[in-house]
């Protein structure tokens, strides 16, 4: 039975005070942590086809 894609977690970046998520082994940033934007971007990265932007 294969696997249900797994919701990323949404963390602090202390360093930088920004939001990451952890995609298959890497680090996405998502923008200031707690803004409803980088929330928002957690949604868009979570869903069933995963597309990351990078600035």
Do not use: W
């Amino acid at each position: 039975m294969p696997r249900k894609p797994k919701v990323p977690s949404y963390c602090l970046h202390k360093a930088s005070g920004q939001a990451v998520v952890r995609i298959n082994g890497r680090d996405h940033y998502l923008g200031l942590y707690g803004t409803d934007s980088a929330f928002g971007l957690r949604r868009t990265a979570s869903g069933s086809r995963i597309e990351v932007r990078t600035h």
